[in-house]
């Protein structure tokens, strides 16, 4: 590529070094606004390419990986370490693009987290965002040399350390907490039932049938798709009417998906109580602890103690939500003398309704009144003035 040596070279230069830098920030943002998130989505792609050991780690590659974007965006910005930055622009766009390519082509990841949960995008939006970013970074790469820092060496590189400090104390600290913006359909505000719901008149999804054919004398095969085949009308043909393994079906068209959509609680024999425990016009405190074997379980004794008291005080209902099995949730509610409703519910619901184990939601017919980490979890003080005393 011919190097840049102009005035309005300069400002191509400098155009993309803006756009980059600012959209490596931004994307790395979102992300570490969600470390778990990020590393729930990790684990799809360790599953893909069977590297599932790193599963332990995924937390930590997330956070890094979240810090080391922001960190790269940040230092091209101010122009510090260039030849260096520009090699991990390099190096971390193509190992995006690949990841995009692979899921798009092969069908696996269907959402790339590329921006979290704020920005869902398909593979293959995914993938063309990151070519035209590959594009961008080409000309910052055989342009490195020309990159000026806005500041000394000295200074730039303590801005770079500052800046990937900044980056990490922010995955540590949305991790111990919660995510300072929340995206997730069960957001402080949010109605659960109504989010379940598919309004009157949407289209729901449209698929296909595609039918493998074998003709009985010649032997010769065909496939056709289901309007294809009524409309030949070869289904009239008895010599085509040999259909050879499964019908599939194919996606045509996305049609209406609701926020929540794989959202089912049920007691221990399978009875489902999903529409009687969000529809309760009472406040309802729901623990959520998808993996009961994993959840603190100092956090678990002192939830049990404030439910203790919020039921004898203002007969306030707590239930325990987890995906744990049956027999052991009931043996867990006996060694720490649960008084709560213990149901049952998939995992990855679950660890959507917040990024705790556990984690707390305050519930009235069917709305989330406020969410809370383990860690932030207000006292009982503090609940009553706030919610029970009103």
């Given at each position: 590529?011919?190097?840049?040596?102009?005035?309005?070279?300069l400002?191509?230069?400098w155009?993309?070094?803006?756009?980059?830098?600012?959209?490596?920030?931004?994307?790395?943002?979102?992300?570490i606004?969600d470390?778990i998130?990020?590393s729930?989505?990790?684990?799809?792609?360790?599953?893909?390419?069977?590297?599932t050991?790193l599963?332990v780690?995924?937390?930590?590659i997330?956070?890094?990986?979240?810090?080391?974007?922001?960190?790269?965006?940040?230092?091209?910005?101010?122009?510090?370490?260039?030849?260096?930055?520009?090699?991990?622009l390099?190096?971390?766009?193509i190992?995006?693009?690949?990841?995009?390519?692979?899921?798009?082509?092969?069908?696996?990841?269907?959402?790339?987290?590329?921006?979290?949960?704020?920005?869902p995008?398909?593979?293959?939006q995914?993938?063309?965002?990151?070519?035209?970013?590959?594009?961008?970074?080409?000309?910052?790469?055989?342009?490195?040399?020309?990159?000026?820092?806005?500041f000394n060496?000295?200074?730039?590189?303590?801005?770079?350390?500052?800046?990937?400090?900044?980056?990490?104390?922010?995955?540590?600290?949305?991790?111990?907490?919660?995510?300072?913006?929340?995206f997730?359909?069960y957001k402080?505000?949010?109605?659960?039932?109504?989010?379940?719901?598919?309004?009157?008149?949407?289209?729901?999804d449209?698929?296909?049938?595609?039918?493998?054919?074998?003709?009985?004398?010649?032997?010769?095969?065909?496939?056709m798709?289901?309007?294809?085949?009524?409309?030949s009308?070869?289904?009239?043909?008895?010599?085509w009417?040999?259909?050879?393994?499964?019908?599939?079906?194919h996606l045509?068209?996305?049609g209406?998906?609701?926020?929540?959509?794989?959202?089912?609680?049920?007691?221990?024999?399978?009875?489902?109580?999903?529409?009687?425990?969000?529809?309760?016009?009472y406040?309802n405190?729901?623990?959520?602890a998808?993996?009961l074997?994993?959840?603190?379980e100092?956090a678990?004794?002192?939830?049990?103690a404030?439910?203790?008291?919020?039921k004898q005080?203002?007969?306030?209902?707590?239930?325990?939500?987890?995906?744990?099995?049956?027999?052991?949730?009931?043996?867990?509610?006996?060694k720490?003398?649960?008084?709560?409703?213990?149901?049952?519910?998939?995992?990855?619901?679950?660890?959507?309704?917040?990024?705790?184990?556990?984690?707390?939601?305050?519930?009235?017919?069917s709305?989330?009144?406020?969410?809370?980490?383990?860690?932030?979890?207000?006292?009982?003080?503090?609940?009553?003035?706030?919610y029970?005393r009103q």
């Amino acid at each position: 590529m011919k190097k840049l040596n102009d005035k309005t070279a300069l400002w191509l230069l400098w155009a993309c070094r803006i756009f980059v830098g600012v959209l490596f920030i931004f994307s790395g943002l979102i992300k570490i606004n969600d470390p778990i998130g990020f590393s729930y989505k990790l684990q799809e792609y360790f599953v893909v390419f069977h590297i599932t050991f790193l599963n332990v780690f995924s937390l930590i590659i997330a956070i890094v990986l979240c810090a080391l974007e922001m960190s790269l965006g940040f230092a091209l910005l101010i122009g510090a370490r260039s030849v260096k930055v520009a090699w991990g622009l390099l190096l971390l766009i193509i190992f995006f693009a690949f990841l995009t390519f692979y899921s798009a082509y092969f069908k696996v990841v269907q959402t790339c987290g590329c921006f979290g949960d704020a920005i869902p995008l398909t593979p293959w939006q995914s993938f063309s965002k990151d070519l035209f970013l590959l594009l961008l970074i080409l000309v910052l790469f055989f342009n490195r040399r020309k990159i000026q820092p806005l500041f000394n060496a000295r200074k730039g590189d303590g801005l770079l350390v500052i800046s990937a400090v900044v980056s990490l104390g922010i995955g540590l600290y949305t991790y111990h907490f919660l995510p300072v913006i929340d995206f997730l359909p069960y957001k402080a505000g949010a109605n659960i039932l109504d989010e379940m719901k598919t309004p009157p008149g949407a289209k729901p999804d449209e698929y296909e049938q595609i039918f493998h054919l074998k003709n009985k004398k010649t032997g010769a095969t065909k496939v056709m798709n289901n309007t294809d085949y009524m409309s030949s009308n070869i289904w009239k043909d008895n010599d085509w009417a040999v259909i050879v393994g499964q019908t599939e079906s194919h996606l045509v068209k996305t049609g209406f998906t609701p926020k929540i959509r794989d959202l089912s609680i049920s007691d221990a024999q399978g009875n489902d109580y999903t529409k009687e425990l969000l529809s309760s016009p009472y406040y309802n405190l729901i623990i959520v602890a998808y993996d009961l074997s994993s959840a603190d379980e100092d956090a678990i004794n002192s939830l049990n103690a404030l439910a203790i008291n919020l039921k004898q005080d203002f007969d306030i209902r707590t239930v325990l939500l987890t995906s744990s099995p049956p027999q052991f949730a009931e043996a867990f509610g006996k060694k720490h003398k649960l008084i709560t409703d213990i149901f049952y519910a998939d995992d990855v619901p679950l660890k959507e309704m917040v990024r705790a184990n556990p984690g707390i939601l305050l519930l009235k017919n069917s709305t989330v009144i406020n969410k809370w980490h383990y860690h932030t979890m207000p006292n009982y003080d503090e609940l009553v003035k706030k919610y029970f005393r009103q």
